[in-house]
T-cell receptor, first 118, second 114 residues
Framework: NAGVMQNPRHLVRRRGQEARLRCSPM?????VYWYRQLPEEGLKFMVY????????ESGMPKERFSAEFPKEGPSILRIQQVVRGDSAAYFC????????????????FGEGSRLTVL | AQSVTQLGSHVSVSEGALVLLRCNYS??????LFWYVQYPNQGLQLLLK??????LVKGINGFEAEFKKSETSFHLTKPSAHMSDAAEYFC????????????FGTGTRLLVSP
């Protein structure tokens, strides 16, 4: 499967624990985006990364949330000291390098990681 | 800044009836517009997109949308609904391929009855 891979698909954490969500972009894609979908709401942009560089994190909560996309391995969204309000579906998307001929403007989404905080 | 408004959080149609899902956008520069579909507990799948050129765009599963600059709209239509069309539909906007922070609407849930 050459699509965007996210894991785990489902994650249950107790308040105060840490959640780590992983995303491997499509083959050939170098840019990763994280979105959050709260129940009965649309998708809210969180952060946009390329390898070893955060390009835009304007949608990230100021505390407890961080993201990285290392030179090797998947992108990781980390939530420390989770609270019940963090319960949501977290979607990762990827794209080719913006401005390249192969880039037609769309994002390719994974199937999401659903976090439940007890 | 870009924004998207989807009128109607829920739309109900009968099987075989016309599907019309509304999307209006706000953008200070020419927009790129997208419709995505989300089935329960799944990710988002691109239905269709408008970047440049023909304003009527056709997508998968018989859906199409028309970009109307004068009305700042990008409504999604399908002539005849099928039960398998029941899903959540999201309209999204960005303004270039230079930076693709897609801004999504709040979604419209399409219900199809027999």
């Amino acid at each position: 499967n050459a699509g965007v891979m996210q894991n785990p698909r489902h994650l249950v954490r107790r308040r105060g624990q840490e959640a780590r969500l992983r995303c491997s972009p499509m083959k050939g894609h170098s840019h990763v985006y994280w979105y959050r979908q709260l129940p009965e709401e649309g998708l809210k942009f969180m952060v946009y990364l390329q390898k070893e560089n955060i390009i835009d994190e304007s949608g990230m909560p100021k505390e407890r949330f961080s993201a990285e996309f290392p030179k090797e391995g998947p992108s990781i969204l980390r939530i420390q000291q989770v609270v019940r309000g963090d319960s949501a579906a977290y979607f990762c998307a990827s794209s080719p390098i913006p401005g390249q001929g192969s880039n037609t403007g769309e994002l390719f989404f994974g199937e999401g990681s659903r976090l439940t905080v007890l | 800044a870009q924004s998207v408004t989807q009128l109607g959080s829920h739309v109900s149609v009968s099987e075989g009836a016309l599907v019309l899902l509304r999307c209006n956008y706000s953008s200070s520069v020419p927009p790129y517009l997208f419709w995505y579909v989300q089935y329960p507990n799944q990710g988002l799948q691109l239905l269709l997109k408008y970047t440049t050129g023909a304003t009527l765009v056709k997508g998968i599963n018989g859906f199409e949308a028309e970009f109307k600059k004068s009305e700042t709209s990008f409504h999604l239509t399908k002539p005849s609904a099928h039960m398998s069309d029941a899903a959540e539909y999201f309209c999204a906007v960005t303004f270039s391929t230079g930076f693709q922070k897609l801004v999504f609407g709040t979604g419209t849930r399409l219900l199809v009855s027999p």
